[in-house]
């Protein structure tokens, strides 16, 4: 805060403008509100978390959801909402993991790729034909076969799969910044490619790259909790969502809380991004200026 | 005659992506930890099996010429034994796929059932509250995974209300019909939710379009705006969105088989994935990057035959 208020001191600055213009918009509350709780849980479960969420107690098995047990209790007595905010911590680190890498190697690629073009540009839209020929999730779940079973190699498979996304938009947005004026301008004052792709062109085709990572946080945050339910993300023990919800699958008629609590902290935080994004999204787009 | 050169063109440019299709499934076998020709052998396989193995894949060959090899199998439907079911994977597949084309068909059916009149319901009555309501639920659905909805719909109108049966799959085709609507409803939701956005915003432009005012002003029905002009161009992108989601739609697919026990491809990929069964696992991904381009290819014709100027390009 401090130093925003240094740097921009006597005039209302775009950033300032920014936000009080985001915060006029309830989908960005709303969104926002959901996402920091998000990481305010994910940062310090035990502040949150009513119970210890690995504490068996044999006196209290498979209760249904009540004052005391908001979210009720699972096979082992444990507090399902105690397990559910722990499980934060995973899903969160998923959402940042699953897409930043991919983001990182994406927006180089692409950037790189639509300032150059030529036959590297040739050579990655075929790259992107054929992993688009793959449905996201068969070739995920392949890779994952292949590098077993986890967290980490399940950040392996989706980066392997999706920085092209980002790269595609990436070279887009590139290959439109490209013809103006300023691009030209860098060219003539003599800048390095790098220093015009990366301090000129980057900044100004970065907003739909920002949208879309919001969409896409939320999109990991989906794929990898059904990841965890099939058995080819996380791994039990570890509290995931995905992990809790398969956890009591076996248990649908008799304690059906230990399903489908879990299921609404991923609806809420998927909403979360989502609805972020979409304000972003509005909010970024320069018509409506 | 414009339109087969089209067809020829949009045909011939399916040859270089399918060939690194291709590769990439070959590399994906060949990145295994050890010797490809142990893990595509069953675990019992004498060392007279494997040999057999190694020398069908040309592994005692260089790396091109294994390729080679691999592409020529592919195409005369020779893709391997499966481990687990001790049956060449193609008969596997085949026998599966039906089941998953059905699910699949019937969730796009339910899909456009649902998100159809919503769209045009919202796209009408644009920021009243009916709109508003209408986005917010599917804003929901698309923050919902499948499994979830799944389980949801399981329990609640399965396991509770026993509408319907818990899982499985039918005798016939209505049997099939009544068997499979909770997971053909648990992907359509999802989908459902991306048409409705998607179409509500067309909708929306297509109705203030100039086209569709001079209608207006020449005094035509609201019914012959809606079906000549309204629908036809908002269905265009549609269609298309529609084609793009088909690598979503398999995805969804492949989840719900394993939440409603539904023998198709998709169960059959997570069961190959647990038996390390590589033979089933590389013919699995195959058959699905088969069917999405083929999808991507019907798109791209009755995307041409909606809007014809697409066929120039």
């Given at each position: 805060?401090?130093?925003?208020?240094?740097?921009?001191?006597?005039?209302?600055?775009?950033?300032r403008?920014f936000?009080?213009?985001?915060?006029?918009?309830p989908?960005?509350?709303?969104?926002f509100t959901?996402?920091?709780?998000?990481?305010?849980l994910?940062?310090?479960?035990?502040?949150?978390?009513p119970y210890?969420?690995?504490?068996?107690?044999?006196?209290?098995?498979?209760?249904a959801?009540?004052?005391?047990h908001?979210?009720?209790?699972?096979?082992?007595?444990?507090?399902?909402?105690?397990r559910v905010?722990?499980?934060?911590?995973?899903?969160?680190?998923?959402?940042?993991?699953?897409?930043i890498?991919?983001?990182t190697?994406g927006?180089?690629?692409g950037?790189?790729?639509g300032?150059?073009?030529?036959?590297a540009?040739t050579?990655f839209?075929?790259c992107?034909?054929?992993?688009?020929?793959?449905?996201f999730?068969?070739?995920?779940?392949a890779?994952?076969?292949v590098?077993g079973?986890?967290?980490?190699?399940?950040?392996?498979?989706?980066?392997i799969v999706?920085?092209?996304?980002?790269a595609r938009?990436?070279?887009?947005?590139?290959?439109?910044q490209?013809?103006?004026?300023?691009?030209a301008?860098?060219?003539v004052?003599g800048?390095?490619?790098?220093?015009?792709?990366?301090?000129?062109?980057?900044?100004?085709?970065?907003s739909?790259?920002?949208?879309?990572?919001?969409?896409?946080?939320?999109?990991a945050?989906l794929l990898?909790?059904?990841?965890?339910y099939?058995?080819?993300?996380?791994?039990?023990?570890?509290?995931?969502?995905?992990?809790?919800i398969s956890?009591?699958?076996?248990?649908?008629?008799?304690?059906?809380?230990?399903?489908?609590?879990?299921g609404l902290?991923?609806?809420?935080?998927?909403?979360?991004?989502?609805?972020?994004?979409?304000a972003?999204?509005?909010?970024?787009?320069?018509?409506?200026? | 005659m414009?339109?087969?050169?089209?067809l020829?063109?949009?045909?011939?440019?399916?040859?270089?992506t399918?060939?690194?299709?291709?590769?990439f499934?070959?590399?994906?076998?060949?990145?295994?930890?050890?010797?490809?020709a142990?893990a595509?052998?069953?675990?019992?396989?004498?060392?007279?099996?494997?040999?057999?193995?190694?020398?069908n894949?040309?592994?005692?060959q260089?790396?091109?010429?294994?390729?080679?090899?691999?592409v020529k199998?592919?195409?005369?439907?020779?893709?391997?034994?499966?481990?687990?079911?001790?049956?060449?994977?193609?008969?596997v597949?085949?026998?599966?796929?039906?089941t998953?084309?059905?699910?699949a068909?019937?969730s796009v059916?339910?899909a456009?059932?649902?998100?159809g009149?919503?769209?045009?319901l919202?796209?009408?009555r644009?920021?009243?509250?009916?709109d508003v309501v209408?986005?917010s639920?599917?804003?929901?659905?698309?923050?919902?995974?499948?499994?979830?909805?799944?389980?949801?719909?399981?329990?609640?109108?399965?396991?509770?209300?026993?509408?319907f049966p818990v899982g499985?799959?039918?005798?016939?085709?209505?049997?099939?019909?009544?068997?499979l609507?909770?997971?053909?409803?648990?992907?359509?939701l999802?989908t459902?939710?991306?048409?409705?956005?998607?179409?509500?915003?067309?909708?929306?432009e297509?109705?203030?379009?100039?086209?569709?005012?001079?209608?207006?002003?020449?005094?035509?029905?609201t019914r012959?705006?809606?079906?000549?002009?309204?629908?036809?161009?908002a269905?265009?992108?549609?269609?298309?969105?529609?084609g793009?989601?088909?690598?979503?739609?398999?995805?969804?697919?492949?989840?719900?088989?394993?939440?409603?026990a539904?023998p198709?491809v998709?169960?059959?990929?997570?069961e190959?994935?647990?038996?390390?069964?590589?033979p089933?696992?590389?013919g699995?991904t195959?058959t699905?990057a088969?069917?999405?381009?083929?999808?991507?290819?019907?798109?791209?014709?009755v995307?041409?035959?909606?809007?014809?100027?697409?066929?120039?390009a």
């Open positions: 805060m401090s130093v925003v208020t240094q740097i921009q001191p006597h005039r209302p600055g775009r950033f403008v936000i009080g213009r985001a915060f006029s918009r989908s960005f509350v709303i969104g959901i996402i920091v709780m998000s990481i305010a994910a940062l310090f479960p035990q502040i949150f978390a210890d969420p690995l504490a068996f107690d044999m006196t209290a098995i498979q209760q959801p009540s004052l005391a908001p979210f009720g209790t699972d096979n082992f007595g444990r507090d399902v909402l105690s905010i722990w499980a934060y911590r995973v899903d969160m680190q998923m959402a940042l993991f699953a897409t890498f991919a983001l190697i927006v180089t690629v950037a790189f790729v300032y150059y073009g030529g036959i540009d050579i839209g075929r992107v034909d054929a992993i688009i020929t793959f449905p999730l068969v070739l995920v779940i890779i994952v076969a590098l079973p986890g967290l980490v190699n399940m950040y392996i498979a989706i980066t999706n920085w092209v996304y980002y938009l990436t070279r887009a947005e590139i290959m439109t490209k013809a103006n004026d300023y691009a301008a860098g060219r004052l800048y390095s490619d790098r220093r015009i792709i990366f301090r000129h062109l980057l900044p100004n085709a970065m739909p790259i920002i949208v879309y990572w919001m969409t896409d946080m939320a999109l945050i990898g909790s059904s990841l965890g099939l058995g080819l993300g996380a791994q039990p023990p570890a509290a995931e969502w995905g992990v809790l956890e009591g699958r076996n248990f649908l008629l008799t304690a059906w809380w230990m399903s489908l609590m879990p902290a991923i609806v809420l935080t998927g909403l979360g991004f989502s609805l972020l994004g979409d972003l999204a509005d909010l970024l787009r320069p018509k409506g200026r | 414009a339109s087969i050169s089209y020829v063109a949009r045909l011939l440019q399916i040859i270089p399918f060939l690194l299709v291709m590769v499934i070959f590399l994906l076998v060949r990145m295994l930890p050890g010797d490809p142990i595509m052998a069953e675990a019992k396989a004498t060392d007279a099996q494997v040999e057999q193995i190694r020398h894949l040309g592994l005692d260089p790396l091109p010429v294994q390729f080679v090899i691999f199998n592919t195409l005369t439907g020779d893709l391997g034994r499966s481990i687990m079911l001790k049956a060449p994977v193609t008969e597949i085949l026998d599966r796929l039906p998953t084309i059905f699910l068909l019937y059916v339910l456009i059932v649902l998100a009149p919503l769209a045009f919202a796209a009408s644009v920021n009243t509250t009916t209408i986005r639920v599917f804003q929901i659905g698309l923050s919902m995974p499948v499994f979830y909805i799944g389980l949801v719909l399981l329990t609640v109108l399965a396991a509770q209300l026993r509408w499985g799959y039918g005798k016939n085709f209505l049997d099939n019909l009544h068997h609507i909770l997971p053909a409803l648990s992907v359509a999802y459902s939710a991306i048409i409705l956005r998607n179409l509500r915003a067309s909708l929306i297509v109705l203030d379009a100039d086209y569709v005012q001079f209608a207006r002003a020449k005094g035509l029905s012959i705006i809606m079906t000549r002009h309204v629908l036809r161009n269905l265009v992108s549609t269609v298309t969105l529609l793009l989601s088909i690598g979503n739609l398999m995805s969804g697919t492949l989840v719900t088989e394993t939440v409603f539904i198709g998709g169960r059959l990929m997570l190959a994935i647990f038996a390390r069964d590589y089933l696992i590389q699995l195959l699905f088969v069917l999405v381009s083929v999808v991507f290819l019907l798109t791209d014709i995307q041409s035959m909606l809007d014809p100027r697409l066929r120039k």
